[in-house]
């Protein structure tokens, strides 16, 4: 809801509100937070002098040394602008163009700021989602003067909050440890979390919080490429936060009459950082998921790359789908190798035709798999080209580089120039041909290296980074748009490249190459921070585990995985009858209860950064039954009475409660309250004698349950 009451504006969710005050050439904050439902008495809020107020957006030029939100280089090298506040509004939102954003939403607060003497327009807007407690921001430039002029940075937002005392949380980490959880004292000091490699990055996600007791406030950019958060306190007691492009190497021209559009944000307010992670994954799912998608249950698949890397044969291959087809998975996913000439990474990208002497012909592989009853999907990794491919030989020229340097290869690959749209509509053609030729129902779209030699020869240097990912984005919203049906899930070495941009058009993510239990519970748990579980990609692979050696029982890599869309990436076929008995019976469970598991409501339990144990419970949007999962992280001889705790169950009804079996069984424990369960620590004894700890090194002990509502 927004209102306007004279000088003020109230923007409420169904359980925040934001006050702003607009006057005098200027806007400021006033409020942030828990519901308010009038602006009587707002005046005392007013800031002790008006050179300390909130505000929310300063462009570099005034008495403010504090990072800027927005910096222009002028035709004559200036970079003082003085925009001063010439109308407050409600108006319709307008949507950023060429970028994904929130879909649906209402009305915004506008705010319009004029620099006269350079006849530019700033732009802000503001608005509230009632149902997932968010406020959406973003900004434009309009250029209404004669000479053109560069934006060398502007924000997506820019929020201030009386108080010096917040903490910064950021999540951070690499190839195989995405999305650590790591939290920092602001003191009187700046925090930055940005990505310089092109991407979203593994090293440091959009996702951020500032946090103090009783207070979050929790941010987003719904965008792909290089991004940056700062969080700036000082000694006049104010804390800023920053969100968007990375102005760092960027510059983008704007000439007179055009406008800019930066990426839009999402900012909530929250109670504790669980409550701000909630409301975050809400919001994705209701306004970045695509509709098609968000309610929808995703397919059991199997996928062969820790199964057989780029070694296979077509019978290989069938002989895995036949497996996955005999344990009731339903979707089989070809993963790298079925194209050009590519037996390794060092060539063929970006010819995306059959490699027939391995596949036996790919349009009929895909039909025998689907004549076993399985649908068919993909993998491709569109945005590279390999030196060594036909396309490179004819098309040297669609590679992203500086002229007259050698460009860097990562994992042997350079990338393609999707700056240019010859190139995006080469893409275009040539992945919808992969579709068609497969009539693939799932595609998994793959990108395995950061952007070095950002350039080309046409595009101003500054806008290169950002012209790609509008290219990126052109080029998916094209392909997605010809197959609605066709379901996309992104990936980028793992986790790469997991932000609200991607998820705009893709509505899952492989969350990680990390599959092992342990390691892989974190991921997921700083991951869900931020995104809903449906969209975490999350796959039973074997054991010991390809990427660190560990050992898991089944049971453990099955539980783990089932807080994510599930899906088993080994090769099937060297599986023991036992096994295969007990991935049957896990799929058989998983789907039973997929609706629960997948769409549910997602609460974390235990803290996988900080306690010795860990897991998630996930209870269903008719609250008739959930699931939880418990995981001690270490065994400690001599450490008894080992303890967990649920959350998320709902008070006041009684619930029975079984722990799930390895056979997919289910023993009835006892009936509860979802008060006692909320409240109470419960006993893990004998966790330990649950697994085999000769068979299994360093692993992780893991018990699942289920609770039953029967009443309230
Ligand atoms: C990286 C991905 O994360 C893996 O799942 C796999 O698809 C490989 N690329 C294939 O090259």
Redesign the pocket.
């Known amino acids: 809801m927004l209102s306007g009451q004279g000088n003020y504006f109230l923007l409420s969710t169904a359980h925040t509100s934001m006050l702003l005050f607009c006057a005098d050439g200027r806007a400021e904050y006033r409020y942030f937070g828990e519901l308010v439902r009038d602006t009587a008495g707002a005046e005392l809020l007013a800031p002790e002098w008006e050179g300390r107020t909130l505000l929310p957006c300063s462009p570099w030029g005034s008495t403010d040394f504090r990072e800027p939100s927005l910096l222009i280089r002028h035709a004559d090298g200036s970079v003082a602008s003085r925009f001063v506040l010439t109308g407050a509004e409600i108006a319709p939102r307008v949507l950023p163009a060429g970028l994904p954003h929130a879909c649906g939403g209402g009305d915004c607060l506008r705010l319009t700021y004029r620099d006269e003497a350079a006849k530019l327009v700033l732009c802000l807007q503001l608005m509230p989602l009632e149902a997932c407690d968010a406020i959406v921001s973003s900004a434009w430039l309009k250029n209404e003067g004669e000479y053109a002029v560069e934006i060398e940075r502007i924000a997506s937002l820019q929020l201030e909050l009386w108080g010096k005392d917040f903490s910064f949380t950021t999540f951070d980490g690499a190839w195989g440890s995405e999305r650590q959880r790591h939290t920092r004292p602001l003191a009187l000091g700046k925090c930055e979390n940005a990505s310089y490699a092109g991407s979203s990055s593994a090293f440091h996600n959009p996702f951020v919080m500032l946090t103090r007791p009783g207070e979050t406030y929790a941010c987003n950019l719904i965008y792909s490429g290089n991004h940056r958060e700062t969080a700036e306190a000082d000694d006049t007691g104010r804390t800023r936060l920053i969100a968007g492009i990375n102005p760092f190497g960027f510059s983008w021209r704007v000439e007179p009459g055009e406008t800019f559009y930066t990426p839009e944000a999402v900012l909530v307010y929250a109670q504790s950082p669980a409550e701000a992670s909630a409301r975050m994954r809400n919001f994705v799912m209701t306004h970045i998921i695509p509709p098609r998608w968000a309610d929808c249950e995703r397919p059991v698949l199997v996928?062969n790359?820790?199964g057989t890397?780029f070694s296979f044969t077509r019978d290989k291959i069938l002989s895995i789908a036949a497996r996955a087809r005999d344990v009731g998975a339903e979707l089989f996913v070809l993963?790298?190798?079925w194209f050009g000439r590519r037996d390794d990474?060092t060539s063929s990208l970006g010819d995306w035709k059959d490699y027939a002497a391995k596949t036996g012909g790919i349009a009929s592989l895909a039909d025998e798999v689907r004549a076993m009853g399985l649908q068919f999907g993909i993998?491709v990794?569109p945005e590279m080209i390999s030196e060594d491919s036909d396309l490179y030989r004819a098309h040297p020229d669609y590679t992203m580089r500086v002229p007259f340097r050698k460009p860097l290869t990562m994992r042997n690959q350079l990338m393609l120039n999707l700056a240019d749209v010859r190139v995006q509509d080469y893409l275009f053609e040539a992945i919808s041909n992969v579709i068609q030729t497969v009539k693939a129902a799932y595609v998994?779209w793959?990108y395995?290296r950061y952007m070095t030699d950002c350039f080309d020869a046409v595009t101003r240097g500054g806008e290169y980074c950002h012209r790609y990912i509008l290219g990126l984005y052109a080029l998916l919203a094209r392909l997605t748009e010809r197959f609605p049906g066709v379901l996309f899930e992104g990936?980028?070495?793992?986790g790469g490249r997991f932000d609200l941009g991607v998820l705009f058009y893709m509505p899952q993510i492989?969350t990680s190459?990390n599959t092992d239990a342990r390691e892989r519970i974190r991921i997921q748990a700083g991951t869900a921070c931020a995104y809903p579980q449906s969209s975490m990609g999350a796959h039973v692979s074997a054991s010991p585990n390809e990427q660190t050696g560990n050992r898991n029982s089944l049971y453990a890599r099955f539980s783990v995985a089932c807080g994510g869309v599930l899906g088993y990436?080994s090769d099937l076929t060297a599986a023991s009858e036992a096994e295969l008995s007990e991935i049957s019976a896990q799929i058989a469970y998983y789907k039973r209860h997929r609706r629960t598991l997948q769409l549910g409501e997602y609460t974390p339990l235990g803290d996988a950064f900080g306690d010795d144990w860990s897991g998630y419970l996930v209870r269903a949007a008719d609250g008739s039954e959930a699931i939880a999962v418990v995981c001690l992280h270490e065994k400690h001889t001599e450490v008894f009475n080992r303890r967990a705790r649920f959350a998320g169950l709902e008070d006041g009804a009684r619930y029975r409660v079984y722990r799930v079996e390895k056979d997919g069984g289910e023993q009835l424990l006892t009936e509860a309250d979802g008060d006692l369960l909320n409240r109470a620590s419960v006993s893990l004894g004998g966790i330990f004698g649950e697994t085999d700890v000769r068979e299994n090194s360093n692993p992780l002990y893991v018990r699942m349950y289920r609770f039953e509502r029967i009443g309230r």
């Open positions: 996928n790359w820790e890397y993963d790298d190798g990474d993998w990794e998994k793959d395995n990936c980028a070495s793992g492989w190459d990436e």
